[in-house]
RNA sequence: GGGCGGAUAGCUCAGUUGGAAGAGCGCUGCCCUUACAAGGCAGAGGUCACAGGUUCAAUCCCUGUUCCGCCUACCA
């Protein structure tokens, strides 16, 4: 026998791993340009290559994954390209890690050993993340999978990089950058997250030069950046100070005399004193004062962040011999501290105060970063951020949910230079060459041994390392030893991963991709870039939607970190709930704009749905043995067609859901579906049809228990590939695979309203009769007898038609005639909306919760009564509401007093009884 | 400081042409009824954050307030 199958529950693990290797082998994910069908592209937001897969993957995979999956069924040209980032800092960190456990460095290894260790790394664990999305089911085309630091990738890196250097999009300059003094490179403004911390305002005294029992008191958070002060700023406008602009304070714990500046963009009157000193070389605003004034920027802090030491100290600052080697190579917080009681010893500070500020962290590391004076590299942002402002202007790329489109606009209009040179090893070096010759030599760093090159030597750009130097021809030239922000690489993703430089079929079938599913946290590093760099040299954007899903936190709301151990690991909950419920889970929860708190239970009831299904199938199988017969739906019984008109129903809403990107609402319409309609109420009505040998309507329901179940797993698939699959396989079908087969569209013949309308008389009166069951304790399996009846003769009508179902689902013994035929003895009448029913009472039934209720009820009716009646007594509302809703109102005041009457009546023979 | 989002059942969340408040989980009661106890049936549980306004009518539109998130920012 066919039931014997498939197991009693479901068990996923055999079936995904049989699966993903079938589906795999037979090559449905590959994609080609010579493919029929209108194209349908993503490139997958390419996932760290040492890394692996967590709950963040998972959702945006599941939701790529779904798209896909739809949209291949629709008979769409689909690729889905999946690949991997070399992701500089953060890879180049866990190598060094690893090294520092072996007792070894970077430096000592040298840069060519130890990127080789970092390839090596990469080839070792590369693999794992890959592995687990397969898992999860991806259906990439993994014979395309791409990694950023590929030949051909970083062909595409060489080629952007010199053609922007040409256009004059890429420069060197000497800028204050932030700096991460842990990682010992420069990062981009968008690298650095900030915090708010408490932090303390110190009032130090300046005195005046000139007289110094006269102070100016000065606020700051960073005393320790005193010694590299090069001004103090007043508002020119202030009368307090105004007089002193052009006269010089003496700069405590220093022989150096700073002068008094006025400056209106820096000072703000309102706050602190009214002055402040200005650190060019340590802070951002003070640097641009810096400019403003022409200034000195002495530099305090070397690339450590610590206090540089005792020589260079003295001269930089003229501090006091003694201030020069008590600060000399202290970290921060002790130079703070340090400087705190210096300052106390020699009268300097006036007070300190609670300050409420924000720090700037490392966002791989959370290493407090440094406004730092380096040369970096930077790419003039400006003139490719401005039509990347205009193809979301005019619609040409849409971003949803629509409202981070303003989030997106802001930050595009005001859009700084990008630092994209790092001062690390692993990642794509830049292709600019030194003469070192024509130089006159480079300094080296101390640290790692990396050339220095000033800002006035001239780079020499090119793709390949140049044969000789244009100048004096010597072959040894030194390459820039920076390598490009990981993001720089990204950026061209979309197009390099399709072959550009090169103009291949694979660019011109598959760019623009179709949309991009992403996480917020990489709007800025990522999808910006992507379509600034899209629009540069493709000529054209990247992606039409951009789709911006929320971010997973545990169930608390808490972001899920290793440190916090609150990470849900999704294999784990794969392999305890099976990957289905995970996906539907996650696919489930996508709201827009709300982030997801993911907790286990959620994903144990999705399990339960699978399961659900698996049982559902198993039914079907068990009864469709036996002949089965089309009929055109006109022809079918009730709960067939209004089966189908549910399905069709079911089919165009989680159709225009996933057009929506509504994840959720198309998963809450399946398993409304699946659970409720299907399983609770059609498998339910056709079971006395499928267990009566030689039924007449058989051969008619076997068919569309078949066709509706084949259908539905159609329609769940991309949701839930595994299960879905394995069930095609087992029921009756056509095709290799459901992966394949085509999504479904409604049938026109399948709606059917009248269908629906007496399904849900059917529904109401099944109700009825199981509350008044419960209410008189008659246990679920006791065969009842009851009466069952309507106001409306239309109805009265419908409920003959009824009988069977309603005997059937009631268990018992249906009789339908009108209510005031009904013997008015020992009977439990329940009314609701013009429909009664009535069940008998046997002798020993407790009556008091059948009363209880049907004196609640009548309360609660006489209340909405007096509500409705109360509006259509209102005047206002009679004269000013919409005839239909008045009609409505004037029906339902009707339908609710019958009710009520009828309620008491019961209610009253209830009593009767009682008292008898 | 600016901007955005949220506040609906015990919990997590849906809910648009304004016109009778929904789901899942949890809870209570009865049932191992031959697809499924990972289940079935029935139920309890909401002045839709607060205060105003517009309207015949507001969870929904407008204004303000409070609380919570996120993004962003140079207030030393």
């Known amino acids: 026998m066919a039931a014997l199958q498939l197991d009693k529950a ?42 692996s897969l967590h709950v963040g993957h998972a959702l945006n995979h599941s939701l790529q994954d779904i798209l896909i999956r739809w949209r291949r069924m629709q008979g769409r040209n689909t690729l889905w390209l999946p690949g991997t980032d070399h992701a500089g800092i953060a890879t180049q960190n866990v190598v060094e890690k690893q090294l520092m456990a072996d007792g070894l460095s970077r430096e000592s290894l040298g840069r060519e050993r130890f990127v080789d260790r970092v390839w090596q790394w990469k080839s070792t664990s590369g693999n794992t993340i890959v592995n687990q999305q397969k898992q999860l089911g991806e259906s990439c085309d993994w014979d395309r999978l791409r990694f950023t630091m590929d030949e051909g990738l970083s062909k595409a890196v060489l080629e952007v990089f010199v053609r922007l250097y040409e256009d004059g999009l890429i420069y060197r300059g000497e800028r204050l950058i932030n700096w991460c003094p842990r990682c010992l490179t420069a990062l981009s403004d968008i690298e650095v997250e900030h915090e708010d911390v408490k932090g303390k305002l110190y009032y130090l005294c300046y005195p005046l030069a000139d007289d110094p029992n006269t102070s100016l008191i000065v606020a700051t958070t960073r005393p320790e950046t005193m010694l590299g002060d090069t001004a103090v700023a007043v508002h020119p406008d202030d009368p307090r100070y105004r007089h002193l602009i052009g006269k010089k304070v003496r700069l405590p714990l220093t022989t150096r005399d700073i002068p008094i500046v006025g400056d209106s963009i820096l000072v703000d009157l309102e706050f602190g004193t009214g002055a402040v000193k200005i650190t060019p070389a340590h802070d951002f605003n003070d640097f641009e004062a810096g400019e403003r004034h022409k200034l000195n920027r002495i530099r305090i802090l070397d690339t450590y962040a610590k206090m540089r030491n005792e020589t260079e100290l003295g001269l930089a600052t003229k501090a006091l011999p003694d201030i020069a080697r008590a600060l000399a190579g202290l970290p921060t917080q002790k130079t703070r501290t340090k400087i705190e009681q210096l300052l106390s010893e020699h009268g300097a500070l006036k007070n300190v105060e609670d300050h409420k500020m924000a720090l700037g962290k490392c966002y791989r590391c959370k290493t407090v970063v440094e406004p730092y004076l380096s040369i970096q590299w930077f790419v003039k942002i400006k003139p490719l951020a401005e039509p990347a402002i205009e193809a ?55 640290h790692d041994n990396r050339p220095l090159i000033d800002l006035d030597v001239k780079p020499i750009v090119a793709k390949s390392k140049p044969e000789k130097c244009p100048q004096c021809g010597t072959i040894d030239l030194t390459q820039d030893p920076d390598v490009l922000d990981t993001w720089f690489s990204s950026a061209l993703w979309p197009f ?25 946290d990489i709007l800025f590093f990522w999808v910006a870039r992507m379509i600034m760099m899209g629009l ?6 990247p992606f039409k939607d951009v789709y911006i899903h929320a971010l997973v936190r545990d169930a608390e709301g808490q972001k899920m970190s290793k440190s916090k151990g609150n990470v849900i690991d999704p294999l784990h909950v794969m392999n305890q709930f099976g990957t289905d419920a995970l996906r539907f889970t996650l696919a489930s929860m996508a709201s827009p704009g709300r982030d997801i708190k993911l907790a286990e239970e959620r994903i144990e009831g999705y399990r339960n749905f699978a399961n659900k299904i698996w049982n559902a199938a198993r039914f079907a199988l068990m009864y469709l043995d036996g002949p089965r017969t089309v009929l055109p ?30 994840f959720d609402r198309a998963a809450t319409v399946l398993y409304q579906f699946i659970w409720h309609e299907y399983c609770d109420w059609y498998l339910e009505l056709i079971k006395p049809v499928l267990q009566t040998p030689e039924h007449p309507d058989g051969g008619s329901t076997r068919h569309t228990l078949v066709e509706t179940l084949e259908t539905t797993m159609r329609l769940l698939h991309p949701f839930m590939p595994f299960i879905t699959e394995e069930i095609w396989q087992t029921i009756p079908h056509h095709g290799d695979s459901i992966v394949v087969q085509n999504y479904p569209i409604p049938d026109q013949a399948w709606p059917a309203p009248d269908a629906e309308q007496h399904f849900s008389l059917l529904e109401q009166t099944v109700g009825l009769v199981r509350t008044g069951r419960v209410l008189l304790n008659y246990p679920p399996g006791q065969q009842i007898p009851f009466h069952v009846g309507h106001d409306d003769l239309n109805r009265q009508n419908q409920l ?18 009108p209510p005031r035929d009904w013997p008015s003895e020992r009977l439990l009448r329940l009314v609701t909306e013009g429909l009664s029913v009535g069940i008998a009472v046997v002798e020993d039934v407790d009556l008091k919760k059948a009363i209880e ?39 339902r005041v009707q ?22």
Request: with cysteine.
């Open 536 to 541: 540069k040299f493709m000529g054209d954007v």
């Open 853 to 891: 209720r049907l004196t609640r009820q009548i309360a609660e009716t006489d209340k909405e009564l007096q509500r409705v009646d109360g509006k259509l007594k209102n005047v206002e509302f009679v004269s000013k509401a919409p005839p239909e809703v008045i009609a409505e109102h004037q029906e």
């Open 392 to 446: 979301v202007e005019d619609g040409r790329i849409r971003i949803i949910p629509n409202s981070w489109t303003n989030n997106y606009m802001g930050w595009m209009r005001d859009i700084k230079d990008w630092c994209i040179s790092r001062q690390i090893w692993w990642g794509h070096q830049i292709p600019a060459w030194y003469c070192e010759q024509c130089n006159g030599g480079f300094l080296r760093s101390t």
């Open 633 to 662: 739906p006109v022809q079918r019984t009730l709960p067939d067609r209004w089966i189908l008109s549910r399905l069709a129903h079911t089919i165009r809403t989680v159709t225009a859901e996933l057009e929506s990107y509504r």
């Open 10 to 51: 479901y068990d996923p693990k055999a079936v995904e791993t049989r699966w993903s290797r079938e589906w795999l082998s037979r090559g449905y994910f590959h994609a080609s340009p010579e493919q029929p069908g209108q194209p349908y592209s993503i490139v997958i937001p390419p996932p760290n290559v040492t890394g």
């Open 895 to 916: 339908t609710l007093s019958r009710d009520c009457a009828l309620l008491a009546h019961s209610e009253q023979q209830l009593r009767a009884m009682l008292a008898a």
């Open 800 to 817: 003959h038609q009824l009988q069977r179902h309603l005997a059937h689902l009631n268990r018992g013994t249906a009789e339908v005639s």
């Open 496 to 520: 390099s991963t399709l072959g550009w430089p090169e103009r291949t079929p694979e660019l011109k079938t598959y760019y623009p991709t179709s949309v991009l599913v992403t996480g917020l």
